[in-house]
């Protein structure tokens, strides 16, 4: 489930005075750099991955899915981490598998019964996110992290790659988690090596903070205009400004919140988070709203990666 | 897109005793009666008479893992090399998928793993739901999209090259009776 990771291993674990002599020569394409300070270092790309040497050390930037699988459309399971590690380091002749990791993307694909693009729309807010809707993606971005939603076939397409035969006629939809900075305060930890990536205890925890960010994320209800639930003027006014906030979307409601907030609309601040609550609080409101069928799939397809990731 | 076939079944304890295979084992022993394709991968189970057999061992008697995570069985071929163990969707208990042991050396004595070279291969597998019949599918290089393919079988998109190759497989071994003991069924 690994994907991208940046590994940085610093000269004092390398061990080995003439690391910046004999590293460059595995590079493909080495090309020398010189910063405006003076200091030199060299940069290529070894199994698929990015390399950067210089005095302090070594850095290692790229899809680890890739570099051991040659895609990233296959899954990389917690063994198979271990031996990526391994050949990278193996390949290097350095103690790949002490470097410190400073980036984690974390993702899985799924088939799913309708184009992904049907499924964004039921992808509300998230807590201390800002959402970013694309034509193939919704982002959901903070200083930290990243969480993604993309159509892989359309991605990989993009980039020339080859669809697995298997994904024929099929909706691959893929959701990624990306740690990408200040790793070791989110993690609680005073040191995160690539060995530990593979360990049971680590791999575990990053599937359950994989599915714990998706649980975060506000689900978009079905709104249905219901005669059964209607049973005094106010429920009819109720269901016509559901129909309404059903009719706008959702998530466009509350982003045209955010633009009343931006241009310091209410008297109070707190009124627009106020508001944002109500306006969430109504779309979940019983029998005349639902939980849509594409995130009921979705929620189940998401949760069994838990029993089944290996 | 299928590489290989295989069919196995728990043998009837007549066609079991005219063939010297222990009747009444506490393991249960599954026979490969019926094979289809040129796949390669899997003649390291086949024994010097020409049997290509494999036993149901519960899982939890050989894999130490989270209690969450273990998959229900695992098969094994005679000699303890293991075949793999059977992972499944909760909602499709007959359904499920495994994978060869990708280490180079196995065993106490480090010897050379025979299924090394096929680590990258997907096992899917239909069985009947006593556990009595079960049919491997191979696809080459499908590991690593595992789930993909199981789906892709329970959604029966495999049902029309299936029903091919059970049409097209042939006896890996003949067993003594097993013809009549089939007929009589």
């Known amino acids: 489930m690994y994907d991208t990771l940046h590994l940085w291993l610093p000269a004092l674990n390398i061990g080995e005075g003439s690391f910046t002599e004999r590293v460059p020569g595995l590079l493909s394409n080495p090309t020398l750099h010189t910063k405006a300070d003076g200091l030199q270092y060299i940069t290529g790309s070894i199994l698929g991955m990015s390399a950067s040497v210089s005095n302090s050390g070594i850095s290692l930037k790229g899809s680890l899915c890739k570099s051991y699988l040659n895609d990233n459309f296959k899954t990389l399971t917690r063994q198979d981490t271990q031996r990526a590690i391994e050949q990278m380091a193996d390949v290097l002749i350095l103690p790949v598998q002490q470097a410190d990791v400073k980036r984690i993307d974390f993702a899985q694909s799924f088939t799913v019964n309708n184009k992904p693009e049907s499924y964004y729309p039921f992808l509300g807010t998230s807590r201390h996110f800002k959402r970013l809707v694309q034509p193939k993606s919704v982002y959901y971005q903070n200083g930290n992290r990243t969480k993604l939603f993309y159509n892989k076939i359309a991605e990989g397409k993009s980039k020339g790659e080859m669809i697995p035969a298997i994904w024929a006629d099929k909706h691959i939809l893929r959701y990624e988690l990306r740690y990408t900075s200040r790793l070791l305060k989110q993690f609680n930890k005073s040191t995160l090596q690539a060995k530990e990536l593979s360990t049971e205890p680590f791999y575990l925890d990053m599937v359950s903070r994989w599915i714990d960010e998706y649980k975060a994320i506000n689900k978009n209800s079905i709104i249905n205009f219901n005669l059964e639930s209607m049973k005094q003027p106010k429920d009819f006014f109720t269901q016509l400004l559901l129909l309404k906030i059903n009719e706008m979307g959702q998530n466009n409601v509350l982003e045209l919140v955010e633009q009343l907030k931006a241009q310091k609309v209410f008297a109070h601040p707190e009124y627009y988070s106020r508001l944002k609550a109500e306006i969430k609080k109504l779309c979940k409101t019983d029998e005349i709203t639902g939980s849509a069928d594409l995130i009921t799939e979705l929620d189940k397809k998401i949760n069994q990666v838990k029993e089944y990731c290996r | ?185």
């Open chain 2, 1 to 185: 897109m299928i590489a290989g076939y295989y069919k196995l079944e728990t043998l009837q304890d007549e066609v079991k005793a005219q063939n010297k295979i222990k009747v009444g084992a506490v393991i249960p022993r599954l026979d490969c009666t019926a094979q289809a394709g040129n796949y390669k991968g899997l003649e390291a189970f086949i024994n010097p008479k020409g049997q290509m057999f494999f036993y149901l061992i519960p899982c939890r008697e050989l894999v130490e893992t989270h209690r969450k995570r273990y998959a229900e069985f695992c098969l094994t071929g005679g000699k303890s090399l293991n075949f793999g163990s059977l992972y499944k969707f909760i909602d499709c208990p007959n359904f499920a998928y495994s994978y060869p042991n990708k280490k180079p050396f196995i065993g106490a004595k480090r010897e050379p793993n025979p299924l090394y070279p096929f680590g990258n291969d997907l096992y899917l597998i239909i069985k009947a739901p006593d556990y009595s019949t079960f049919e491997l599918l191979i696809f080459e290089g499908g590991r690593n999209l595992a789930e993909h393919y199981l789906q892709s079988l329970i959604d029966g998109n495999f049902d029309a090259e299936i029903q091919n190759l059970r049409s097209e497989a042939k006896p890996v071994f003949e067993y003594i009776g097993l013809n009549s003991a089939n007929s009589k069924l």
